[in-house]
């Protein structure tokens, strides 16, 4: 009964630990679309706690939950591990939408802490093929 009990705790630590708790739009074929077809501000739609007012290069994004009634910056982006800054229509007019390999959001106060004041409204990671 001992060793039942204890491959049973051994399996489910190590299924818990592969869960990935980041938000990520993985592959396009891990994920069933093609992102070539879906544009910059569409794919960061598809994040939970992303709000994005307009569209194209003009559009504003905020994480939810993260910005307060005085912090009007958005949130910090990356691309290929190259801070961008918080302009979200510079990002999108450097980024094509058929290079991008995946989108990271983090949101988390532990997460964020490694990018200091830039990415307290949230840091949006993108990777390039």
């Known amino acids: 009964m001992r060793n039942l009990f204890l491959i049973i705790l051994l399996f489910s630590c190590s299924s818990i630990s592969q869960i990935n708790t980041s938000n990520n739009i ?31 290069s003009n559009a504003k994004i905020s994480i ?14 990356y691309i290929n591990n190259s801070p961008v800054g918080n302009d979200y229509s510079l990002v999108y007019n450097m980024v094509d939408p058929n290079d991008i390999k995946t989108i990271r959001v983090l949101k988390e106060p532990t997460e964020l802490q490694r990018y200091g004041f830039r990415g307290s409204s949230g840091v949006i990671i993108i990777k390039l093929k």
């Open 64 to 77: 939810r939950g993260i910005n307060s009634i005085l912090n009007q910056q958005g949130p910090l982006f």
């Open 26 to 56: 993985d592959d396009e074929k891990n994920k069933g679309y093609r992102s070539e077809s879906i544009s910059l501000t569409n794919q960061l739609r598809r994040f939970p706690g992303i709000q994005i007012t307009g569209n194209g």
